[in-house]
């Protein structure tokens, strides 16, 4: 067999289904010719991406954009159905319209209007007491906004997002294996060596591949496989999340006046929590509540009768028709990977970093890990970058990860504000459970449980005051009402962070919340709308509408150095490698010139940080490399082929 066709012959004779009838011997035979197609070692794609959630799908549909096969597997049989990011941020709707424009038309379409979830609350329950409410979108036009990026934020729950990037893969041709579970991964001098196993078929299979990512969660398999530790804060919170289907609730706010929103931070005796308002169209929400194992369970504490229990108190309405569809376990804290990288294995998304939910980092950080990877991954593979390209990888989002990690700490502690204001204390929660886990009452488990439980519930019994009638409950109201209205409230538009991070050595952020358009090394090129110059015959400058637009454009990763027309003519041409492209810009009223490449025009130029500039190197992700004038520009050729990273 081998001597025939080799490989092929043993993947055919690896396929065949053996009747139950064949003889022993001839099952055995094949048997034994399956486990030797498993050991072999096939050639798998040049990427293996572990994990087929946001993060794993967005990294193979960018790599099969420009051209590079990517394998996605998951140990799961299917994608989970149990909502947990909900936010996309901007620059995120910006990877997504790297990937194709279909993907942002297809989440617009299928998310809730902005109108029913641009407001946080503060209340008793949803129908209770309210203390305050506000919006973030408030002062702002959707013309401001615009100016921001071609994007826009957007708020769908995690399952139907990875249902439009399944979609969109699958029709990509990228090979997703639900049910594929990696046992083991080594790095060998020209790659990595997987292990796995398909859980339908019991078949286990050795496979050699270029470059594996982890994208396969916080509990990633990969990064316990390379050995990467993760750092930062051991305190673990335990969180419980209730997801409940319970229609006709915003029809009923609106006859209240009381205003929909996405987060309802409720506060009474029974449940302090929140509920995320998913989609109110579609009755659609979770309950996230803290819970103290081993004080609490979910076999006595949260059964299905008990999770109704609460969803209800929750709501605030007995009338509500409230179904449970699913109740899920999980950890909050803040930890980022000492590395995102080990030879060639490679993290990314929770499987590198992980953060509270405050400020919706978690997704969307992981999706711009991706974003990160995949050019350059792609830019190997084709033989267009130096390997070294890759070493860039870790340090700059690990940066980032650390940042965003920061921030989300510093987001959680200002719930935990309002939370003290109202006179509730997550670290007095803390240390009772610290106190009933410790000598004399851990020797006697039911007795420890009885007294958290009793502590624990004591704690809120004053929250029952809230609202106007009691004395104790208004002063408690306005106390909070009074931070929240200070600027004090959760955030949920940090456009700082999201459009103005930079990957500068040391480079920091003075506001999260506020956007300030630069272009320097390692910022984001700023959004101008764009369109080719008159007379201009480069077909594919027509569908770029934006700046951002320039760089993703074309099906292979590609640096664009953006010059005026008098620095055109001193490009180095050595430096015009098959992976770079020069375009002149110019301004709304700039008379015409010569041109040396393709043209566009800027508008809006005039004032912008790209008008400081006679000549701006962009990354393929769409990060500024270099910028200089004209005279530099000739001048800096060493400097800018390195910095172009050709093989």
Same mark, same amino acid.
């Given at each position: ?23 022993? +011997?001839?099952?055995? &035979? ?232 996405? +987060? ?43 999770? +109704?229990? +609460? ?112 006179? !509730? ?122 700046? &951002? ?82 005279? !530099? ?15």
């Amino acid at each position: 067999l081998c001597s025939v066709r080799g490989k092929e012959c043993w993947r055919a004779m690896a396929s065949l289904r053996v009747p139950p009838r064949v003889p022993m +011997l001839t099952r055995s &035979i094949m048997a034994a010719v399956r486990s030797a197609s498993a050991s072999h070692g096939e050639a798998a794609a040049p990427v293996v991406i572990a994990g087929a959630g946001p993060v794993g799908l967005s990294l193979a549909l960018l790599l099969n954009k420009m051209g590079v096969r990517a394998t996605v597997i998951d140990k799961s049989p299917k994608n989970s159905e149990h909502p947990r990011a909900h936010f996309i941020n901007t620059r995120t709707m910006e990877v997504m319209r790297a990937i194709d424009a279909t993907i942002p038309e297809a989440v617009y379409a299928r998310a809730p209007p902005q109108h029913t979830w641009q407001r946080f609350a503060y209340c008793s329950s949803m129908f209770g007491a309210q203390i305050c409410s506000y919006d973030h979108f408030a002062g702002q036009t959707a013309e401001q906004r615009a100016q921001l990026s071609p994007e826009q934020v957007v708020h769908l729950a995690q399952p139907s997002f990875e249902n439009i990037l399944l979609k969109t893969a699958r029709e990509r041709g990228v090979d997703v294996r639900f049910g594929c579970e990696l046992e083991s991964c080594t790095n060998v001098s020209n790659g990595v060596r997987l292990g796995l196993i398909d859980h339908v078929s019991g078949r286990r299979e050795t496979l050699m591949t270029r470059y594996l990512v982890g994208a396969d969660g916080a509990s990633s398999t990969v990064r316990s496989k390379a050995n990467i530790h993760m750092l930062g804060d051991e305190k673990t919170h335990h969180f419980m999340g209730i997801h409940f289907h319970c229609h006709g609730l915003l029809p009923i706010l609106q006859q209240r006046r009381i205003q929909p929103g996405m +987060l309802f931070f409720v506060f009474n005796p029974n449940v302090m929590g929140v509920v995320v308002a998913l989609d109110m169209r579609e009755g659609n929400y979770v309950l996230q509540l803290p819970y103290f194992p081993p004080f609490q369970t979910v076999q006595d504490d949260f059964q299905h009768s008990q999770a +109704l229990r +609460l969803a209800r108190l929750a709501v605030g309405l007995p009338s509500a028709a409230i179904s449970i569809k699913d109740i899920r376990a999980w950890r909050m804290t803040a930890r980022v990977a000492e590395s995102y990288r080990s030879g060639n294995i490679f993290l990314a998304g929770d499987a590198s970093h992980y953060f509270p939910p405050s400020g919706a980092f978690g997704m969307n950080t992981g999706i711009q890990d991706a974003h990160g990877l995949a050019w350059r991954l792609a830019g190997v593979v084709r033989g267009d970058l130096a390997p070294a390209v890759l070493d860039e990888y870790s340090p700059e989002r690990r940066k980032i990860g650390q940042d965003n990690a920061a921030l989300s700490m510093r987001n959680l502690n200002s719930v935990i504000a309002v939370m003290r204001r109202l006179g !509730t204390d997550p670290d007095k929660a803390d240390l009772l459970h610290k106190t009933c886990s410790a000598p004399p009452l851990n020797l006697m488990p039911s007795v420890a449980a009885r007294a958290f439980k009793t502590g624990f519930n004591a704690g809120r019994l004053h929250l029952s005051t809230l609202g106007d009638t009691h004395p104790l409950g208004r002063a408690l109201v306005q106390r909070a009402r009074s931070f929240i209205e200070a600027g004090n409230g959760l955030g949920l538009l940090f456009d700082g962070q999201d459009l103005g991070f930079s990957y500068a050595p040391g480079a920091t952020l003075s506001d999260p919340m506020t956007y300030h358009p630069v272009v320097a090394p390692g910022a984001r090129l700023p959004h101008h709308k764009i369109r080719p110059a008159a007379g201009e015959t480069a077909a594919w400058l027509a569908v770029c509408r934006s700046t &951002i637009d320039l760089c993703t454009v074309h099906a292979r990763p590609v640096y664009t150095l953006l010059v005026t027309p008098a620095a055109a003519k001193n490009i180095p041409q050595d430096l015009l490698l098959p992976h770079v492209q020069a375009v002149e810009f110019v301004g709304q009223a700039a008379p015409d010139a010569p041109r040396h490449y393709a043209r566009i025009v800027v508008d809006d130029l005039d004032g912008s940080p790209l008008a400081v500039h006679d000549a701006v190197l962009v990354r393929p992700d769409g990060h500024v490399a270099w910028c200089g004038t004209a005279a !530099t520009l000739a001048a800096s050729k060493d400097t800018l082929r390195n910095l172009l990273h050709p093989c």
